[in-house]
């Protein structure tokens, strides 16, 4: 029955899921609130803001500030990414790495239960896991609309949400995989957080240097783009590109896990 490991995946990370979800949802109540009071300095602000800001955390407003536009500069430009990206990374990372840190994998493989059955399980659990704490966010801003004077397209926070599951699962994935193939679960550690910071340095000196505006296509972010979608809608392409990049490295993490010795 395809749900065992997942299940115990799920309960072993409840704490962490109850905490970050939590975190999420007053993040979103305080920047609901907080738009009101604050919008017409921020109109200020991006009139002397320096290409370097735009360049950190996505494309300003030109003419207006708009809820959209502000949930895009202080909460899906550069805040929820990264927060997401710090979970996606441990998640990927433990995923199967506690297990062999713990002993607990052998008990597991043991039994009547595949590897690629562990791999599968796992990653729907990361999924899950990301899904709902992406998802209160969701939840604090839908909330936040109606307690706030906060007029905000609901379906395009929605489809930047979305942006963020599938950025956060990427990452973790990519975690999982270099953890499944070498066994290390500090390597996998560091290959996970050293994508999310060079994805977003490349990001940056893509928007700052014209020569090598390149380089915004190997970045993580450029494809997230969470400021964007907000006003404009879900990026259809950007999404299967990152869902693509998902498949191919859980693949590795199963080609990695099956042929790995991992003492049993």
Known sequence: MLNYIFS?????????????????????????????????????????????????????????????????????????????????????????????????????????????????????????????VSGFLWVGIAIGSILFPFDVSLSNVLAATAMGWIFGTTVAYISMSAQALKGRKGLALGVGSGVVGLSYVMMVMSELLDGLNSLKYISLFNYYDGPSVLINGLNETSFAVMLVLSGLFLLVSLYGFYNRDVGI
């Open 8 to 132: 115990i995946h799920i309960i072993s990370r409840w704490k962490t899921i109850v905490v970050w979800s939590a975190s999420m949802f007053l993040l979103a109540l305080m920047f609901s609130g907080l738009y009101d009071s604050f919008k017409g300095e921020i109109s200020d602000m991006i009139d002397n803001a320096p290409k370097l800001m735009e360049a950190m955390i996505g494309p300003l407003p030109k003419d207006t500030v708009t809820p959209e536009s502000w949930l895009g500069i202080e909460l899906y430009g550069l805040l929820f990414p990264i927060l997401l990206g710090v979970i996606a990374v441990s998640a990927g990372a433990s995923a199967i790495g506690a297990e062999e840190e713990s002993g607990t994998i052998e008990l597991i493989l043991a039994s009547p239960i595949s590897r690629g059955r562990v791999v599968l399980e796992k990653s729907l659990g990361i999924m899950i896991q990301l899904a709902i």
